[in-house]
Protein backbone atom coordinates (compact mmCIF):
# COMPACT_ATOMS: atom_id res chain seq x y z
CA UNK A 1 0.00 0.00 0.00
CA UNK A 2 1.30 3.43 -1.05
CA UNK A 3 1.47 5.86 2.05
CA UNK A 4 3.00 9.34 1.99
CA UNK A 5 5.66 10.76 4.42
CA UNK A 6 4.68 10.34 8.28
CA UNK A 7 5.21 13.06 10.82
CA UNK A 8 6.26 10.70 13.23
CA UNK A 9 7.32 7.26 11.28
CA UNK A 10 7.78 5.45 14.63
CA UNK A 11 3.93 5.98 15.24
CA UNK A 12 2.54 4.86 11.91
CA UNK A 13 1.11 1.71 11.10
CA UNK A 14 1.10 -0.41 8.02
CA UNK A 15 -2.55 1.17 7.00
CA UNK A 16 -1.45 4.34 7.41
CA UNK A 17 -2.97 4.89 10.31
CA UNK A 18 -1.45 7.06 13.41
CA UNK A 19 -0.81 4.94 16.64
CA UNK A 20 0.64 7.37 19.68
CA UNK A 21 3.27 5.80 21.22
CA UNK A 22 2.53 4.61 25.36
CA UNK A 23 3.21 6.83 27.87
CA UNK A 24 6.89 5.82 29.18
CA UNK A 25 6.77 7.25 33.16
CA UNK A 26 4.18 5.98 34.99
CA UNK A 27 5.04 6.64 39.19
CA UNK A 28 2.76 7.89 41.20
CA UNK A 29 2.77 10.71 44.24
CA UNK A 30 1.50 9.34 46.86
CA UNK A 31 0.44 10.58 50.75
CA UNK A 32 0.59 6.83 52.30
CA UNK A 33 4.00 5.84 51.65
CA UNK A 34 2.94 3.38 48.74
CA UNK A 35 5.21 5.02 46.88
CA UNK A 36 8.69 6.37 46.23
CA UNK A 37 7.45 9.93 45.39
CA UNK A 38 5.73 12.15 48.52
CA UNK A 39 2.98 14.46 47.91
CA UNK A 40 5.26 17.53 49.71
CA UNK A 41 5.23 20.85 48.34
CA UNK A 42 7.84 22.48 46.26
CA UNK A 43 9.28 18.77 45.08
CA UNK A 44 7.69 18.44 41.95
CA UNK A 45 7.88 20.86 38.48
CA UNK A 46 5.43 20.74 35.90
CA UNK A 47 6.80 21.35 32.16
CA UNK A 48 4.30 21.81 29.48
CA UNK A 49 3.80 23.38 26.40
CA UNK A 50 0.46 25.82 25.86
CA UNK A 51 0.02 24.21 22.77
CA UNK A 52 0.01 20.73 23.73
CA UNK A 53 -3.54 19.85 24.21
CA UNK A 54 -2.69 17.10 26.94
CA UNK A 55 -0.47 19.46 28.57
CA UNK A 56 -2.88 22.22 29.11
CA UNK A 57 -5.26 19.99 30.66
CA UNK A 58 -3.20 18.86 33.07
CA UNK A 59 -2.30 22.57 33.51
CA UNK A 60 -6.19 23.63 33.84
CA UNK A 61 -6.58 20.99 36.98
CA UNK A 62 -3.28 22.56 38.45
CA UNK A 63 -5.19 25.64 38.01
CA UNK A 64 -8.56 24.39 39.09
CA UNK A 65 -6.82 23.07 42.38
CA UNK A 66 -5.35 25.99 43.02
CA UNK A 67 -1.61 24.13 42.98
CA UNK A 68 0.24 27.51 42.07
CA UNK A 69 2.33 27.05 45.04
CA UNK A 70 2.41 23.65 45.46
CA UNK A 71 3.97 22.44 41.73
CA UNK A 72 5.55 24.87 39.80
CA UNK A 73 5.05 25.20 36.04
CA UNK A 74 7.73 26.09 33.19
CA UNK A 75 6.15 26.48 29.25
CA UNK A 76 8.66 25.41 26.59
CA UNK A 77 8.92 26.99 23.07
CA UNK A 78 6.19 26.29 20.97
CA UNK A 79 8.22 25.85 17.81
CA UNK A 80 9.78 22.02 18.18
CA UNK A 81 12.33 20.12 15.85
CA UNK A 82 13.78 17.31 15.25
CA UNK A 83 15.75 17.93 19.20
CA UNK A 84 11.82 17.80 20.61
CA UNK A 85 10.68 20.66 22.84
CA UNK A 86 12.96 23.36 24.01
CA UNK A 87 13.79 25.63 26.60
CA UNK A 88 13.87 29.11 25.10
CA UNK A 89 13.41 32.50 26.60
CA UNK A 90 10.38 33.94 24.66
CA UNK A 91 7.05 35.22 25.20
CA UNK A 92 5.14 33.08 26.80
CA UNK A 93 7.98 30.19 27.70
CA UNK A 94 11.17 30.65 29.45
CA UNK A 95 14.71 28.74 29.95
CA UNK A 96 14.23 25.88 32.61
CA UNK A 97 15.01 27.39 36.17
CA UNK A 98 15.02 23.75 37.72
CA UNK A 99 18.05 21.88 36.33
CA UNK A 100 18.91 24.56 33.51
CA UNK A 101 17.81 21.60 30.90
CA UNK A 102 18.08 23.11 27.16
CA UNK A 103 15.21 20.56 25.83
CA UNK A 104 13.32 18.43 27.60
CA UNK A 105 14.75 15.42 26.24
CA UNK A 106 17.69 16.03 28.54
CA UNK A 107 15.05 15.10 31.36
CA UNK A 108 13.80 11.95 29.10
CA UNK A 109 17.54 10.27 29.47
CA UNK A 110 18.32 11.41 32.61
CA UNK A 111 15.19 9.13 34.20
CA UNK A 112 16.35 6.48 31.20
CA UNK A 113 19.04 6.38 29.18
CA UNK A 114 18.06 4.26 26.83
CA UNK A 115 14.77 6.19 25.93
CA UNK A 116 14.21 6.31 22.31
CA UNK A 117 10.55 7.93 21.66
CA UNK A 118 9.73 11.15 21.16
CA UNK A 119 9.32 13.22 24.45
CA UNK A 120 6.17 14.46 25.05
CA UNK A 121 4.57 16.74 27.84
CA UNK A 122 3.46 17.48 29.91
CA UNK A 123 6.27 15.88 32.56
CA UNK A 124 6.12 15.83 36.19
CA UNK A 125 9.81 16.66 37.30
CA UNK A 126 11.32 15.22 41.03
CA UNK A 127 13.33 17.79 41.91
CA UNK A 128 14.74 15.20 44.45
CA UNK A 129 15.50 12.12 42.48
CA UNK A 130 16.11 14.28 40.08
CA UNK A 131 14.02 12.14 37.62
CA UNK A 132 10.67 12.13 35.70
CA UNK A 133 7.53 10.63 38.05
CA UNK A 134 4.80 10.63 35.33
CA UNK A 135 4.48 12.11 31.81
CA UNK A 136 1.10 10.59 32.00
CA UNK A 137 -1.74 13.52 31.72
CA UNK A 138 -4.15 11.22 32.99
CA UNK A 139 -2.47 9.97 35.82
CA UNK A 140 -1.45 14.10 36.79
CA UNK A 141 -5.11 15.05 36.28
CA UNK A 142 -5.85 12.75 39.14
CA UNK A 143 -3.08 13.21 41.13
CA UNK A 144 -3.33 16.71 40.85
CA UNK A 145 -7.28 16.74 41.70
CA UNK A 146 -6.79 14.09 44.69
CA UNK A 147 -3.10 14.03 45.77
CA UNK A 148 -1.43 17.17 46.10
CA UNK A 149 -4.90 18.82 46.92
CA UNK A 150 -7.59 17.20 49.10
CA UNK A 151 -10.25 15.97 47.24
CA UNK A 152 -13.21 17.69 48.95
CA UNK A 153 -11.27 21.05 49.57
CA UNK A 154 -14.04 23.75 50.63
CA UNK A 155 -14.16 25.30 47.09
CA UNK A 156 -12.65 23.69 44.76
CA UNK A 157 -13.89 21.00 42.40
CA UNK A 158 -13.87 17.00 42.75
CA UNK A 159 -13.32 16.25 38.71
CA UNK A 160 -13.94 13.13 39.49
CA UNK A 161 -16.57 12.42 41.47
CA UNK A 162 -17.19 8.86 42.44
CA UNK A 163 -20.98 8.85 41.89
CA UNK A 164 -20.17 9.03 37.93
CA UNK A 165 -16.84 7.02 38.06
CA UNK A 166 -18.27 4.44 35.57
CA UNK A 167 -20.28 7.10 32.98
CA UNK A 168 -17.64 9.53 33.61
CA UNK A 169 -14.48 6.73 32.66
CA UNK A 170 -16.50 5.66 29.51
CA UNK A 171 -17.43 8.73 28.17
CA UNK A 172 -13.64 9.64 28.71
CA UNK A 173 -12.52 6.89 26.93
CA UNK A 174 -14.82 7.04 24.07
CA UNK A 175 -13.43 11.66 23.53
CA UNK A 176 -10.05 10.62 24.24
CA UNK A 177 -10.22 7.64 20.89
CA UNK A 178 -12.46 9.77 18.59
CA UNK A 179 -12.31 12.87 19.37
CA UNK A 180 -8.63 13.94 21.87
CA UNK A 181 -7.10 11.45 19.56
CA UNK A 182 -8.72 11.31 16.67
CA UNK A 183 -7.85 14.94 15.20
CA UNK A 184 -4.42 13.67 15.40
CA UNK A 185 -5.33 10.25 13.38
CA UNK A 186 -7.24 12.41 11.09
CA UNK A 187 -4.40 14.65 10.32
CA UNK A 188 -0.98 12.60 10.59
CA UNK A 189 -3.08 9.52 8.93
CA UNK A 190 -0.75 8.51 5.68
CA UNK A 191 -3.81 6.89 3.60
CA UNK A 192 -7.14 8.38 2.17
CA UNK A 193 -8.44 5.31 3.68
CA UNK A 194 -7.05 5.88 7.57
CA UNK A 195 -7.86 9.32 7.00
CA UNK A 196 -11.82 9.21 6.23
CA UNK A 197 -11.93 6.48 8.96
CA UNK A 198 -10.98 8.99 11.77
CA UNK A 199 -12.84 11.91 10.34
CA UNK A 200 -15.95 10.17 9.97
CA UNK A 201 -15.83 8.68 13.47
CA UNK A 202 -14.60 12.30 14.61
CA UNK A 203 -17.75 14.10 13.55
CA UNK A 204 -20.14 10.96 14.86
CA UNK A 205 -18.74 11.55 18.29
CA UNK A 206 -19.28 15.52 18.12
CA UNK A 207 -22.57 15.11 16.95
CA UNK A 208 -23.35 13.02 19.76
CA UNK A 209 -22.24 15.73 22.19
CA UNK A 210 -23.67 18.60 20.67
CA UNK A 211 -26.93 16.67 21.01
CA UNK A 212 -26.19 15.57 24.79
CA UNK A 213 -25.43 19.24 25.38
CA UNK A 214 -28.70 20.46 24.57
CA UNK A 215 -30.34 19.86 27.85
CA UNK A 216 -27.14 20.14 30.37
CA UNK A 217 -25.08 22.50 31.03
CA UNK A 218 -21.86 20.48 31.22
CA UNK A 219 -21.69 16.79 30.27
CA UNK A 220 -22.43 14.99 33.34
CA UNK A 221 -24.87 18.33 34.60
CA UNK A 222 -24.29 21.53 36.57
CA UNK A 223 -20.93 21.25 37.19
CA UNK A 224 -18.08 21.05 34.79
CA UNK A 225 -15.78 17.55 35.43
CA UNK A 226 -12.41 16.30 34.15
CA UNK A 227 -14.09 15.25 31.05
CA UNK A 228 -15.26 18.42 29.99
CA UNK A 229 -11.55 19.54 30.29
CA UNK A 230 -10.60 16.79 28.39
CA UNK A 231 -13.53 17.84 25.25
CA UNK A 232 -12.56 21.68 26.20
CA UNK A 233 -8.87 21.27 25.49
CA UNK A 234 -9.44 19.83 21.39
CA UNK A 235 -12.43 22.02 21.07
CA UNK A 236 -10.53 25.28 21.50
CA UNK A 237 -8.18 24.04 19.00
CA UNK A 238 -10.57 22.91 16.62
CA UNK A 239 -11.48 26.08 14.09
CA UNK A 240 -8.29 27.17 14.67
CA UNK A 241 -5.89 24.52 13.76
CA UNK A 242 -8.02 20.89 13.39
CA UNK A 243 -10.07 21.94 11.00
CA UNK A 244 -7.71 23.36 8.24
CA UNK A 245 -4.08 22.01 9.10
CA UNK A 246 -5.59 18.60 10.09
CA UNK A 247 -8.46 18.26 7.41
CA UNK A 248 -11.20 17.86 10.15
CA UNK A 249 -13.15 19.82 8.13
CA UNK A 250 -16.74 18.29 8.02
CA UNK A 251 -18.02 21.22 10.37
CA UNK A 252 -16.72 23.91 13.00
CA UNK A 253 -17.32 24.20 16.02
CA UNK A 254 -18.89 27.21 15.70
CA UNK A 255 -21.38 25.64 13.64
CA UNK A 256 -22.58 23.87 16.54
CA UNK A 257 -24.66 25.86 18.47
CA UNK A 258 -24.47 23.95 21.77
CA UNK A 259 -20.77 22.97 21.63
CA UNK A 260 -19.75 26.76 20.72
CA UNK A 261 -21.74 28.05 23.70
CA UNK A 262 -20.51 24.86 25.74
CA UNK A 263 -16.53 25.55 24.71
CA UNK A 264 -17.40 29.80 25.44
CA UNK A 265 -18.91 29.29 28.80
CA UNK A 266 -15.92 27.06 30.22
CA UNK A 267 -13.47 29.15 28.23
CA UNK A 268 -14.98 32.22 30.47
CA UNK A 269 -14.69 30.50 33.83
CA UNK A 270 -12.74 31.80 36.30
CA UNK A 271 -8.36 31.55 35.23
CA UNK A 272 -9.09 29.34 31.99
CA UNK A 273 -8.76 31.97 29.87
CA UNK A 274 -4.62 32.47 31.07
CA UNK A 275 -4.20 28.90 30.04
CA UNK A 276 -4.82 29.31 26.48
CA UNK A 277 -2.49 30.61 24.24
CA UNK A 278 -3.54 31.03 20.53
CA UNK A 279 0.05 32.23 19.23
CA UNK A 280 1.58 29.14 21.24
CA UNK A 281 -1.20 26.69 19.29
CA UNK A 282 -0.93 28.26 16.13
CA UNK A 283 2.47 28.31 15.85
CA UNK A 284 3.49 24.92 17.14
CA UNK A 285 0.81 23.08 14.68
CA UNK A 286 2.00 25.24 11.58
CA UNK A 287 5.25 25.40 11.87
CA UNK A 288 6.46 22.01 13.54
CA UNK A 289 4.24 19.71 11.47
CA UNK A 290 6.60 20.14 8.20
CA UNK A 291 5.10 16.28 6.49
CA UNK A 292 2.01 18.67 6.81
CA UNK A 293 2.61 21.90 5.62
CA UNK A 294 6.06 22.55 4.03
CA UNK A 295 5.63 26.42 3.79
CA UNK A 296 5.27 26.72 7.72
CA UNK A 297 3.19 29.60 6.55
CA UNK A 298 0.81 30.36 9.62
CA UNK A 299 -2.86 31.31 9.04
CA UNK A 300 -4.30 34.68 10.21
CA UNK A 301 -7.22 33.68 10.96
CA UNK A 302 -9.86 32.63 12.35
CA UNK A 303 -11.04 35.52 14.24
CA UNK A 304 -13.01 34.33 17.34
CA UNK A 305 -14.48 35.33 19.86
CA UNK A 306 -14.35 33.27 22.83
CA UNK A 307 -15.66 35.76 25.14
CA UNK A 308 -19.28 36.38 23.59
CA UNK A 309 -22.19 35.34 25.30
CA UNK A 310 -23.38 31.32 25.97
CA UNK A 311 -26.43 31.75 27.76
CA UNK A 312 -25.45 28.60 29.03
CA UNK A 313 -26.13 29.04 32.41
CA UNK A 314 -30.13 28.92 31.62
CA UNK A 315 -30.05 25.71 30.92
CA UNK A 316 -31.54 23.50 33.80
CA UNK A 317 -29.46 20.27 33.55
CA UNK A 318 -30.67 16.65 34.14
Not at 48 to 55: E, K, L, N, Q, T
Not at 88 to 111: C, I, K
Not at 141 to 147: E, P, R, T
Request: a negative charge.
Amino acid sequence: MSTHPAQFPGEQDASGAFERQEDAFRDFVSTDGATPFPAEPGRYHLYISFACPWAHRALIVHHLKNLEEIVGVTVVDPVRDERGWAFRSGPGHTNDPVEGFSFLGEAYHATDPHFRGRYSVPVLWDKITRRIVNNSEDDLCLMFNSVFAPKFESGLPDLFPDALATEQNDLSARIYEDVNNGVYRAGFATTQKAYEHAVRALFVTLDMLEARLADRRYLFGARPVETDWRLFCTLVRFDAVYHGHFKCNVRRIVDYPHLSGYLRDLYQLPGIAGTVNFDHIKRHYYMTHTEINPTRIVPVGPDLDLMKPHARATIVSL
